[in-house]
């Protein structure tokens, strides 16, 4: 009966729980390419994001201990191992040890006044590149801004907060961390700059604004509350929790959420992952200028 075959109008709308796995590793998923990133498996399948064309970044929101340094590791993974750059902002300081000797694909800054330095870099590099692209005869696209950079922002709500403070302590006129901030959430998806925000509860009392927070096109809910749930994701309608699964959440764009069992990758296969992939190991050449300023890591996998 070819006709039973028919695209099915309710696909993606009536999946069960017990379809998805309870644990999902990088090899159980499509390998990311060009601007997606693979956030974990569905009911219908993998669920990706495409940072180019829906969305340029992503609000990642839990309670503590329930896994959002465990995707950023798996985020972030993803996007070296195709050559990308990513800057982590983590005032905890040890969210992501396995990444500390990966520079220069990777810088680290993991105090208030080093993340804020940071956004501060990290925003006069947009504007470089938007300049890039405004010379640029040709697809916007196209133009030669450099590599993709990823930004993972651990604690955002509770650094910003932080850096609310210290910039207070400049002096008025310049160019601060939170406007930095703002800059790149509002124009970072054209010149490939992309914030993946984790926060405890992402509201406006420490930064996050309204229009902040509508510049997060993928916002992925693990252990959401209604509370949560009711200021992040509105727009999906009644409050849905996902099942107490370790690594399960759910993952709202546009008016639609969906149940996702999130990838997950260990310290050490991290480390491993990104050192042995060969578009890695040429950005990371590319970055040093010279082999010889190569770290001892990097000139160990490029000779293995």
Same mark, same amino acid.
């Given at each position: 009966?070819?006709?039973?075959?028919?695209?099915?109008?309710?696909?993606?709308?009536?999946?069960?729980?017990?379809?998805?796995?309870?644990?999902?590793?990088?090899?159980?998923?499509?390998?990311?390419?060009?601007?997606?990133?693979?956030?974990?498996?569905?009911?219908?399948?993998?669920?990706?994001?495409?940072?180019?064309?829906?969305?340029? #970044? &992503?609000?990642?929101? $839990?309670?503590?201990?329930?896994?959002? *340094?465990? !995707?950023?590791?798996? @985020?972030?993974?993803?996007?070296?191992?195709?050559?990308?750059?990513?800057?982590?902002?983590?005032?905890?300081?040890?969210?992501?040890?396995?990444?500390?000797?990966?520079?220069?694909?990777?810088?680290?800054?993991?105090?208030?006044?080093?993340?804020?330095?940071?956004?501060?870099?990290?925003?006069?590099?947009?504007?470089?590149?938007?300049?890039?692209?405004?010379?640029?005869?040709?697809?916007?696209?196209?133009?030669?801004?450099?590599?993709?950079?990823?930004?993972?922002?651990?604690?955002?709500?509770?650094?910003?907060?932080?850096?609310?403070?210290?910039?207070?302590?400049?002096?008025?006129?310049?160019?601060?961390?939170?406007?930095?901030?703002?800059?790149?959430?509002?124009?970072?998806?054209?010149?490939?700059? #992309? &914030?993946?925000?984790? $926060?405890?509860?992402?509201?406006?009392? *420490?930064? !996050?604004?309204?229009? @902040?927070?509508?510049?997060?096109?993928?916002?992925?809910?693990?252990?959401?509350?209604?509370?949560?749930?009711?200021?992040?994701?509105?727009?999906?309608?009644?409050?849905?929790?996902?099942?107490?699964?370790?690594?399960?959440?759910?993952?709202?764009?546009?008016?639609?959420?969906?149940?996702?069992?999130?990838?997950?990758?260990?310290?050490?296969?991290?480390?491993?992952?990104?050192?042995?992939?060969?578009?890695?190991?040429?950005?990371?050449?590319?970055?040093?200028?010279?082999?010889?300023?190569?770290?001892?890591?990097?000139?160990?996998?490029?000779?293995?």
């Amino acid at each position: 009966m070819e006709w039973m075959n028919a695209p099915n109008p309710y696909s993606g709308l009536g999946g069960k729980s017990s379809d998805i796995p309870d644990f999902v590793t990088l090899s159980d998923i499509p390998e990311a390419s060009n601007s997606n990133v693979v956030l974990g498996l569905g009911t219908d399948g993998p669920i990706t994001v495409d940072l180019d064309d829906e969305s340029p #970044h &992503v609000l990642v929101n $839990a309670p503590t201990g329930l896994g959002k *340094s465990t !995707l950023a590791r798996s @985020v972030a993974v993803q996007r070296l191992a195709l050559g990308d750059v990513v800057v982590f902002l983590d005032v905890k300081m040890h969210s992501h040890r396995w990444a500390r000797e990966l520079a220069p694909v990777i810088h680290y800054a993991d105090t208030d006044a080093s993340v804020g330095a940071s956004l501060v870099n990290l925003g006069r590099e947009l504007h470089r590149r938007n300049q890039v692209v405004r010379d640029h005869v040709g697809d916007v696209s196209e133009a030669p801004v450099g590599p993709r950079v990823i930004v993972v922002f651990e604690e955002t709500n509770a650094t910003l907060s932080h850096l609310a403070d210290l910039d207070k302590r400049v002096a008025s006129g310049g160019y601060r961390a939170l406007d930095a901030f703002r800059d790149l959430m509002f124009m970072g998806r054209a010149v490939k700059m #992309h &914030v993946v925000g984790f $926060a405890q509860l992402a509201s406006y009392r *420490s930064g !996050l604004s309204a229009d @902040v927070l509508e510049n997060f096109g993928t916002k992925v809910l693990i252990g959401a509350s209604a509370r949560a749930w009711k200021w992040l994701v509105p727009e999906c309608g009644q409050f849905r929790a996902a099942p107490e699964v370790r690594g399960r959440a759910m993952v709202c764009r546009g008016n639609r959420a969906r149940e996702c069992q999130l990838v997950s990758i260990d310290e050490e296969s991290a480390r491993e992952r990104v050192l042995s992939a060969v578009p890695a190991q040429k950005r990371a050449r590319e970055l040093s200028g010279a082999r010889q300023a190569l770290s001892g890591v990097w000139r160990e996998a490029i000779d293995r």
